[in-house]
T-cell receptor, first 114, second 114 residues
Framework: AQSVTQPDIHITVSEGASLELRCNYS??????LFWYVQSPGQGLQLLLK??????LVQGIKGFEAEFKRSQSSFNLRKPSVHWSDAAEYFC????????????FGTGTKLQVIP | KAGVTQTPRYLIKTRGQQVTLSCSPI?????VSWYQQTPGQGLQFLFE???????NKGNFPGRFSGRQFSNSRSEMNVSTLELGDSALYLC?????????????FGQGTRLTVV
């Protein structure tokens, strides 16, 4: 079965600084990979996804993520963080084939300071 | 297009009682998944229904059950509530099932057990 690890529980960055949120997965083949964001009191919203092809994927709100097979990683990045980016971010991995469910990481809470 | 609707938004129940949560998916979506979200545990997968059939089930006790109706609406039931069941319960709908589908989340039902 697949699994996903987000090693950082909390991250604090200054507004305007760059951001990188880490995500590592475990799966025997190339999985489907997702990043979701959850604002306070809200459900999760998809930021971006990777299925195949170009390993650098662009998402909404200026986010991007890079799939690195050799490191089993799918880190989320943003060059300049805005105060509105403060939220919790979840990495998720989906297995290929059949009725496979998507597995979510435990999340990284992002705090943005002025 | 209306999003995923979960009702009620907030619930307070007493230990030993039972509770039913409701989820109306996006029109045309046939898959509904349920998650339990608690601080530090991330999203714990409960179960997934697709075309009225349970396709996947997480590691939760039998007190947690669900069903899906022919119009794709889903309900989740928790019997004999325990204090540890206090959580945000999220419903997600998808057009299909499998590891590559994007999930669209509702805002959740906040359950407090006292």
């Amino acid at each position: 079965a697949q699994s996903v690890t987000q090693p950082d529980i909390h991250i604090t960055v200054s507004e305007g600084a760059s951001l990188e949120l880490r995500c590592n997965y475990s799966y025997g083949a190339t999985p489907y990979l997702f990043w979701y964001v959850q604002s306070p009191g809200q459900g999760l919203q998809l930021l971006l996804k990777y299925f195949s092809g170009d390993t650098l994927v662009q998402g909404i709100k200026g986010f991007e993520a890079e799939f690195k097979r050799s490191q089993s990683s799918f880190n989320l990045r943003k060059p300049s963080v805005h105060w509105s980016d403060a939220a919790e971010y979840f990495c998720a991995v989906g297995a290929t084939g059949g009725y496979q469910k998507v597995t979510f990481g435990t999340g990284t809470k992002l705090q943005v300071i002025p | 297009k209306a999003g995923v609707t979960q009702t009620p938004r907030y619930l307070i129940k007493t230990r030993g009682q039972q509770v039913t949560l409701s989820c109306s998916p996006i029109s045309g979506h046939r898959s509904v998944s349920w998650y339990q979200q608690t601080p530090g545990q991330g999203l714990q997968f409960l179960f997934e229904y697709f075309s009225e059939t349970q396709r996947n089930k997480g590691n939760f006790p039998g007190r947690f059950s669900g069903r899906q109706f022919s119009n794709s609406r889903s309900e989740m039931n928790v019997s004999t509530l325990e204090l540890g069941d206090s959580a945000l319960y999220l419903c997600a709908s998808s057009p299909g099932t499998g590891g590559r589908v994007e999930a669209f989340f509702g805002q959740g039902t906040r359950l407090t057990v006292v």
